[in-house]
């Protein structure tokens, strides 16, 4: 039985294994982190099953939070990509090659999500219906709208600083303190960088441990770290590509 903290997988897997007949619905959905299920596979008769939506963490029987057992979630994937490994599946029907090699797929694009940490808080809070895209990202730093009031000075004179430093790389000049300048901002931002992240952290504990309302209040803090750090390192990114040009 799930404790207190712990929540409901949700999928759309069938309801049937195709092969067994067994009941799906009720195994793949509540599992509890130890059960160490997968959606993958029948629960019953272990064969394969057909690509379904359902999310990351129930792909590796997880129930979906921001502190993961990174070693388990490791483990899980190992396992998994044995169980898929082509050669299991050589005198399987066509059906459960082609599933296969979805499967795997599916998985190591799961993997990749959540072993990292910010494309794992960015997944889980968009099944939670946040707002994250392209559209949302605040990718133009020049926007005065979009910069942190707190960095704004600072913005302002880089941007600056990263047009005088084209300017001399075009005309070959070297100006060895503009230079120096840019790497102190560098720095700067990359500290700043850090900090959030650590921020972020305070408020995954919020998120797997609180209530709706502590969810809803740790949901909007972790979308403004976010917007933060995305300008941040965006901020690191054209510093960096400058000073290598």
């Given at each position: 039985?799930?404790?207190?903290?712990?929540?409901?997988?949700?999928?759309?897997?069938?309801?049937?294994?195709?092969?067994?007949?067994?009941?799906?619905?009720?195994?793949?959905i509540?599992?509890?982190?130890?059960?160490?299920?997968?959606?993958?596979?029948?629960?019953?008769?272990?064969?394969?099953q057909?690509?379904?939506?359902?999310?990351?963490?129930s792909?590796?029987?997880?129930?979906?939070?921001?502190?993961?057992?990174?070693?388990?979630?490791?483990?899980?994937?190992?396992?998994?990509?044995?169980?898929?490994?082509?050669?299991?599946?050589?005198?399987?029907?066509?059906?459960?090659?082609?599933?296969?090699?979805?499967?795997?797929?599916?998985?190591?694009?799961?993997?990749?999500?959540?072993?990292?940490?910010?494309?794992?808080t960015y997944?889980?809070?968009?099944?939670?219906?946040?707002?994250?895209?392209?559209?949302?990202?605040?990718?133009?730093?020049?926007?005065?709208?979009?910069?942190?009031?707190?960095?704004?000075?600072?913005?302002?004179?880089?941007?600056?600083?990263?047009?005088?430093?084209?300017?001399?790389?075009k005309?070959?000049?070297?100006?060895?303190?503009?230079?120096?300048?840019?790497?102190?901002?560098?720095?700067?931002?990359?500290?700043?960088?850090?900090?959030?992240?650590?921020?972020?952290?305070?408020?995954?504990t919020?998120?797997?441990?609180?209530?709706?309302?502590?969810?809803?209040?740790?949901?909007?803090?972790?979308?403004?770290?976010?917007?933060?750090?995305?300008?941040?390192?965006?901020?690191?990114?054209?510093?960096?590509e400058?000073?290598?040009?």
């Amino acid at each position: 039985m799930l404790n207190a903290q712990e929540s409901t997988i949700t999928t759309t897997a069938p309801a049937v294994c195709w092969a067994c007949l067994a009941q799906l619905e009720s195994v793949l959905i509540a599992q509890s982190v130890s059960s160490k299920g997968s959606a993958l596979f029948c629960p019953h008769c272990g064969k394969i099953q057909p690509p379904a939506g359902g999310n990351y963490f129930s792909i590796f029987g997880l129930v979906p939070r921001l502190n993961l057992d990174l070693g388990m979630l490791e483990r899980q994937f190992h396992k998994l990509s044995r169980k898929l490994h082509p050669d299991r599946f050589a005198r399987a029907s066509e059906n459960e090659k082609e599933w296969s090699l979805a499967q795997s797929s599916l998985l190591n694009d799961a993997y990749r999500t959540l072993k990292d940490p910010l494309t794992r808080t960015y997944y889980l809070l968009k099944l939670h219906g946040a707002e994250i895209g392209e559209e949302f990202a605040g990718k133009d730093r020049k926007d005065p709208s979009r910069v942190p009031a707190d960095l704004l000075e600072e913005v302002f004179e880089l941007n600056m600083q990263l047009e005088e430093m084209r300017m001399n790389r075009k005309m070959g000049e070297v100006d060895e303190q503009l230079q120096s300048d840019l790497q102190q901002a560098e720095k700067k931002f990359l500290a700043l960088q850090d900090e959030v992240d650590e921020q972020l952290h305070t408020e995954w504990t919020k998120w797997d441990e609180g209530d709706a309302q502590t969810r809803e209040t740790a949901q909007k803090t972790m979308m403004a770290l976010l917007d933060r750090r995305r300008y941040l390192s965006n901020l690191v990114r054209d510093v960096t590509e400058t000073l290598g040009a």
